[in-house]
């Protein structure tokens, strides 16, 4: 963004990316942690993921009183307001990621060690696919990667196919032995919270185009598989 003759309005925008960077690093800490706390059946580990949900929703709302303040102060226009409006919509994105991962996390001890062996590995692949897009969207944000973005909103439906294969053998695992429901099924929403953070990152995308480049990205194809587990 260009420099504006008032510096502190240079200032004030800054902060607004460092606290976006902030957000993106805690969300990025909670899902690897509680992807960890489900695999290993960490229970102090699901405790601190649920305990840095606090630190996040601290933050989103620090952002907000700092943009709000930013707007009536200095009335932005063009591509300020664009920075200052995606802040917001990124912040909130990136906080409902948190409250994902918090999801995750109270699920370890219901799991607990009476989850299939067999399902350890694709969960695990597909946290770490969510993992890569939660820690690289942010960073494209603040080295201002239009088209990097562009690439990695794209990439959500590797996640979503993942997410299918997980589906369909947590309820193969669930057919054919009854004693495997209840893991299964919080494995089920785990899945499930891991989809959609995806989701919000490509909503992260969305918006971080926008305000580098002032243009929509097209309407995203329509998911492969609508399968769906609400929680």
């Given at each position: 963004m260009g420099q504006h003759t008032v510096t502190s309005f240079d200032q004030e925008l800054e902060n607004l990316d460092r606290l976006i960077r902030d957000m993106g690093e805690i969300a990025s800490e909670m899902t690897q942690t509680a992807t960890r706390a489900l695999l290993y059946s960490n229970t102090a580990l699901a405790q601190r993921v649920i305990s840095d949900d606090v630190v996040m929703d601290a933050k989103q709302r620090e952002l907000?009183?700092?943009?709000?303040?930013?707007?009536?102060?200095?009335?932005p226009m063009a591509q300020d307001l664009r920075a200052v409006v995606g802040a917001i919509r990124m912040a909130a994105d990136l906080e409902r990621i948190g409250d994902l991962a918090k999801n995750i996390a109270k699920r370890v001890g219901a799991v607990g060690g009476n989850a299939p062996r067999g399902l350890t590995q694709p969960i695990e692949t597909m946290a770490n696919m969510v993992l890569e897009q939660v820690r690289l969207v942010v960073d494209r944000y603040v080295t201002r990667q239009d088209e990097a973005l562009t690439k990695l909103r794209d990439?959500?439906?590797?996640?979503?196919?993942?997410?299918?294969?997980v589906f369909r053998e947590l309820l193969t695992y669930m057919m054919e032995d009854p004693r495997n429901i209840t893991a299964c099924t919080h494995l089920l929403f785990c899945a499930k919270n891991l989809e959609r953070i995806g989701d919000h990152v490509?909503?992260?995308a969305e918006n971080a185009y926008?305000?580098?480049t002032g243009l929509q990205l097209p309407v995203q194809r329509p998911k492969q598989d609508e399968m769906t587990v609400s929680s």
């Open positions: 907000d009183e700092r943009a709000i303040t930013l707007i009536a102060k200095r009335q990439e959500d439906e590797k996640i979503d196919i993942q997410y299918t294969s490509t909503n992260i926008y305000v580098l």
